[in-house]
Every structure is written in structure tokens, then in C-alpha cells.
């Protein structure tokens, strides 16, 4: 997949979850995806983000930084949001914070397959001091 | 700078950061250099580095997966390794802990001028439980 190509379909993964377009969601997510070393798979993966936005009613993904490295995707993602109750483990109950996600991707035919990725915690701590 | 320099030249890096090579430091970052939108400077970078290294003695950094896209390169580092005292306000105190750090860099002139840097803050918090 050549680097234009990957980057387009990543923009457009990233559109399908801005507009929870969860019938869609397997043009861009592989059947048996990993995320962060679980196997999900692709109804796991779609439970999750149904779970994210359940949280976090406004979640809206934005992106700040992309690297695309065929079959590798990096991007940094921005948040501006405001989860309910516990979130990460903090109690955010409703209050608006601030944060990035580091996230790799790999695909494989077009579709992501694997997914490392890194909430900045810490910065979300020091929003809550 | 194509994408293969680029790549050679973001591995010398750590190489030079495992090598504690603090003289070397200044061919691969900038003098302007910021660091998660601190103004460091290639001297607080210098001593945000030997910081490290003071409290954690094995610290090495390990290249897991890297996307290089000219200006930008992404890395998702692997750590194990042993700090001492608190670790991200976390009572490690010398307990063997492995944690991954998604970072991106933006260079210039063929060094670093920027870096955004998560750390996995909730894999340590499991690995203490």
C-alpha cells in the first residue's frame, strides 16, 4: 500500500469513528485486530469505542501528528473532552480535559491489524490537581 | 533529509543515548530543542537525560517499532528496567518494571527540534499492584 494511499484510508478510519459509523467500521478494521496485545477482534473493537463514547459523549478524535511509514501508521490524536465518572482510573467526573493519544498502527490489506497505543495519563493528573 | 538518513541518523541517536555519550549529544539535537512543549534547550535536554539515567542506572532504551516520514519520526521505545524511589509519582523503588514510550520527533537541519512523548504510565501502575 503506498504511502498517499495509507494515508488517505487512516484519515478515513479516523472520519468513521469522529461519525460512530459502526456499520463501516470493517472497511478499516482487520477481523482478528490486536489492541495494545489483546486480541479484540473486529466486534471487540467495535464494542470498545461504543464503550469510549458511552464514557466520553463528546469524544472527537483530532489529529496532530502523522507519520505514515508503509504498512505503519503513527499519529498523534488530541483530545478536548469530558469524560463521566472514572476515567483511566481519575476521577474526571465530568470536568473538561485536555490530552494526546500516541498511537502506531499496522495494516495489512488496508485494514489495521495491530495497535500500540499510549494515553498521556499524566497530563490528565495534572488537570485534576 | 530522505527517509533513509533520516532513519540512520534518529538510530545513531540512540545509540548515543546508550552510550551516555553526553558529549555527542549536540549532532542530534537542537539547541532550540523543546520537549513536550517545555522549552528545554540542548543543555536541559542534556540534564533531562542524565536525570534519567541517575535514577535509573540500567536504563536502556530499546527501538521497537519506528515510522520515519521526513520531517517526522516516530518510535515506540521499550524499557526494563529497575528506577529507584518514585517513577511518575509511582513507588517503584527498584522493582524490575517493562513499559513502553510512543514518542514523535520533528527535525531540522537533521536534528531534533521537537519531541512528543508519552509514557505508559498504566502498564507500570499494573506491574506495582
Known amino acids: 500500500m503506498n ?3 495509507l494515508e ?3 484519515r ?3 472520519t468513521c469513528l469522529n461519525n460512530q459509523d459502526w ?3 470493517g472497511q478499516f478494521v482487520y477481523d ?3 489492541h495494545n496485545g489483546r486480541h479484540l477482534g473486529l466486534d471487540g473493537y467495535r464494542a470498545m469505542l461504543e464503550a469510549d463514547y458511552e464514557q466520553i459523549p463528546d469524544l472527537h478524535f483530532n489529529i496532530e501528528l502523522l507519520a505514515v511509514d508503509s504498512p505503519h501508521v503513527a499519529c498523534r ?3 478536548n473532552v469530558t469524560p463521566k465518572g472514572s476515567f483511566l482510573g481519575l476521577a474526571v467526573d465530568g470536568k473538561k480535559v485536555t490530552f494526546c493519544e500516541n498511537a502506531f498502527y499496522l495494516f495489512r490489506d488496508n485494514k489495521i491489524q495491530n495497535v500500540w497505543s499510549v494515553i498521556d495519563k499524566s497530563s490528565i493528573e495534572a ?3
Open 127 to 129: 488537570q485534576l490537581d
Open 3 to 5: 504511502k498517499r494511499d
Open 23 to 25: 456499520m463501516n467500521l
Open 32 to 34: 482478528d485486530v490486536l
Open 77 to 79: 490524536l488530541r483530545f
Open 12 to 14: 478515513d478510519y479516523i
Open 8 to 10: 488517505v484510508t487512516y
